[in-house]
């Protein structure tokens, strides 16, 4: 009588695991189609240019972010971040981290100003949690070209030059994670881009990928495959770099997640023929 008491107890609690399994699988699968509708949400489409966006989690929900927002003024404002940690907790601070840029982007000037109100937003909640998110906040102008910027502690992009089609340096603007000091004041940078000019904007799941060996993918590998792959669209450059990276790590499971934002100028081509043509009165 004893034993098969113990042996129902044995399978009521086996049968409510499995249960509590079952849910908890449900409950983390719908959490990472909520993720990924919001970062794979509607593209800005502008004239003289393309942008493009992309993530895979190195688990079934991540902690990396890029998002597009489109302003009054003609503007497109990008960000792309990395929440310390993985899986849930930093899917959450990614939730957290997309309200507080949604909430502050038509209401502040530039990016500097972005980064700074979502540092205020955020920071007593970061702070309580122990985490800190790396920010990177841009403007483009399709009118004039003019590309700013401000960063909160997060890698500069990959600047590729299309007419000289060489990388070349953004001006540094160095600025702390959004949670790591209360009431900080980011700066702002700026560059001019023209046609076929690339921003690759990317966190560290790309250059810190690693192969059987232990060796990493490195800023170097994916610098060469940007300009190998320059005059291809965004999506395909992106694919590219993706295929670089699964060539370089030989099946390797993935460690940390992969999130990459491209934007590349396209001016419209101008008919010389057209120019030359002789006036007709």
Not at 35 to 48: A, I, Y
Not at 74 to 84: F, H, L, Q, T
Not at 103 to 113: D, F, H, K, L
Not at 117 to 129: G, H, K
């Amino acid at each position: 009588m004893y034993k098969n008491g113990q042996t129902y107890i044995h399978q009521q609690l086996l049968k409510t695991n499995l249960e509590m399994g079952k849910t908890l699988q449900r409950e983390i699968n719908l959490a990472r189609n909520i993720q990924m509708q919001l970062l794979n949400g509607k593209t800005p489409k502008v004239e003289g240019g393309e942008i493009a966006g992309f993530s895979l989690p190195a688990r079934l929900i991540g902690g990396d972010y890029y998002d597009f927002y489109p302003l009054k003024n003609g503007k497109i404002r990008m960000v792309i971040g990395d929440v310390m940690g993985k899986g849930i907790p930093a899917a959450m601070l990614m939730i957290l981290t997309r309200g507080a840029f949604r909430s502050t982007a038509e209401s502040t000037r530039g990016p500097a100003e972005t980064l700074t109100s979502i540092n205020q937003a955020l920071y007593e909640d970061l702070r309580t949690l122990k985490s800190f998110v790396t920010l990177f906040c841009a403007d483009w102008d399709p009118k004039t070209g003019a590309f700013t910027y401000a960063n909160a502690g997060h890698h500069l992009p990959i600047y590729i030059s299309g007419k000289e089609r060489t990388v070349k340096e953004l001006p540094k603007v160095q600025g702390i994670m959004v949670g790591g000091l209360p009431k900080q004041a980011y700066k702002e940078a700026s560059v001019h881009l023209v046609d076929q000019d690339t921003i690759f904007f990317y966190t560290d799941g790309i250059i810190e990928a690693q192969n059987k060996e232990g060796e990493q993918y490195k800023l170097e590998r994916l610098i060469q495959t940007l300009i190998k792959y320059q005059d291809q669209n965004v999506h395909d450059i992106q694919k590219s770099v993706l295929e670089s990276v699964n060539q370089f790590i030989e099946g390797v499971p993935q460690k940390d997640d992969i999130t990459m934002v491209l934007l590349k100028v396209s001016q419209p081509k101008v008919d010389s023929s057209s120019l030359n043509a002789p006036e007709i009165n």
